[in-house]
């Protein structure tokens, strides 16, 4: 079964950091880029930040970058994102999420809650 | 950045009828890179359509998609029970690249 598994998340304080994990099964993990999708609570669809199969091609959000880093362990058939410097902003459901053809994004976990509060 | 701009922000129509969901981008943006996705409370969401028009692995065929340049369409033929949800159109842009969704349609039952 292809599945997709976000961990990490969780309550932090503004201004400190995160680590979210995702972990792939099912499919051939380093055949495909990978992205981080986040959504705010009763709020839409905002991509964060996308890695290519080899790590070679990496973009952000504008949102988003300066503070976070996307990177990716094909051996483990995982992907993380660092998040520093978090804001109130920041809070949301954190997806993570596979990339198809044409650039669409066709497997997603079930994602990972962010809250950023003091 | 393309701005995506789906409508209407709601839509109440009874299962059986025709539902006709809009995405209007802020400048053309190439047909090979536009996605539909449907999501329900409390679940991800769900890949729809891609390339402006194709079907995604297991996805009935009452939903279409259509449209070219800045105008896009999302067509669900017949309703059924299970298919009131949010649905969001998104694209790639190569410049900058990065992707962006619409603000989403609520397609609920009347």
């Known amino acids: 079964e292809v599945q997709l598994v976000e961990s990490g998340g969780g309550l932090v304080q503004p201004g400190r950091s995160l680590r979210l994990s995702c972990a792939a099964s099912?499919?051939?993990?380093?055949?495909?880029?990978m992205h981080w999708v986040r959504q705010a609570p009763g709020k839409g669809l905002e991509w964060v930040s996308g890695i290519s199969w080899n790590s070679g091609s990496i973009g952000y959000a504008d949102s988003v970058k300066g503070r976070f880093t996307i990177s990716r362990d094909n051996a483990k058939n995982s992907l993380y994102l660092q998040m520093n410097s978090l804001r109130a902003e920041d809070t949301a459901l954190y997806y993570c999420?596979?990339?198809?053809?044409?650039?669409?994004?066709?497997?997603w976990g079930q994602g990972t809650m962010v809250t950023v509060s003091s | 950045e393309i701005v995506l701009t789906q409508s209407p922000g709601t839509l109440s129509l009874s299962p059986g009828e025709r539902a006709t969901l809009s995405c209007r981008a802020s400048q053309s943006v190439s047909s090979s890179y536009l996605a539909w996705y449907q999501q329900k409370p409390g679940q991800a969401p769900r890949l729809l359509i891609y390339?402006?028009?194709s079907r995604a692995t297991g996805i009935p065929d009452r939903f279409s998609g259509s449209g070219s340049g800045t105008d896009f369409t999302l067509t669900i033929s017949r309703l059924e029970p299970e298919d009131f949800a949010v649905y969001y159109c998104q694209q790639y842009g190569s410049s900058p690249p990065g992707y962006t969704f619409g603000q989403g349609t609520k397609l609920e039952i009347k």
């Open positions: 999420a596979k990339a198809s053809y044409f650039y669409a994004f066709d497997i």
């Open positions: 099912g499919f051939t993990f380093d055949d495909y880029a």
């Open positions: 390339g402006a028009s």
